[in-house]
C-alpha cells in the first residue's frame, strides 16, 4: 500500500504559488480507485501531487483511476491545473 500526497494552491502558475497550501490530503493507494476524502477547495486551481508508489490517477466531480488512466512512477511529483471542488482518485498500477 502506497500514499499520494496532494497539495492545493490558489494560483494556477506554479512560480507564484504560495506557501502553505490552501489544504493537503493524502490517498491510501490500492488495486480498488480511491478518491480523496474531500473535494478541493473551492479557490483551488492548482494541485502538486507526489507519489511514492507506481499509481494512476484521475480527476474529477467523482473520479475514478484505473490503470489505463494517467500514469506517475514511484517518487514522482507534478503540478496539475484544476478546478475548485473536484477530487483526485487513485489506484495502483505497475
Do not use: W
Not at 18 to 25: D, G, V
Not at 30 to 41: E, K, L, M, V, W
Not at 57 to 68: L, Q, W
Request: proline share 3%.
Amino acid at each position: 500500500m502506497g500514499k499520494v500526497y496532494v497539495a492545493e494552491f490558489a494560483d494556477s502558475d506554479i512560480n507564484s504559488s504560495k506557501e502553505p497550501p490552501l489544504a493537503e490530503q493524502t490517498i491510501s493507494t490500492s488495486g480498488s480507485s480511491t478518491q480523496c476524502s474531500n473535494a478541493f477547495h473551492a479557490r483551488t486551481r492548482l494541485v502538486r501531487v507526489h507519489t511514492d508508489t507506481i499509481v494512476s490517477i484521475a480527476f474529477g466531480a467523482n473520479p475514478t483511476a484505473t490503470v489505463n488512466t494517467r500514469r506517475l512512477a514511484a517518487n514522482q511529483t507534478e503540478y496539475f491545473s484544476v478546478e475548485g471542488g473536484f477530487k483526485i482518485a487513485a489506484i495502483e498500477n505497475t
